[in-house]
């Protein structure tokens, strides 16, 4: 799943599967899930999201890591 946030429409929008989108449904006024022509589910979209939603409980960023693998080494020393 990935989440954008657009400052300037103040728009949140759910990233929930690939396609492109053929229907909205309405859930709300501003809340709306974008749907596949075969009614599944793609996206969640959020308008007036700052009004809606507590903006901070929401962690912004893309990380693109491809092929790289990532190693996690513990270098903390036993007492």
Known sequence: MKIYYDNETDSLYMEMGKGEPDGVVELADGINLDTTPDG????????????????STIMSYTLDLGNTQIKHTDNRTAA
């Open 40 to 55: 599944h589910l793609i996206g969640l979209e959020i308008l007036d999201a700052s009004s809606k939603i507590d903006l």
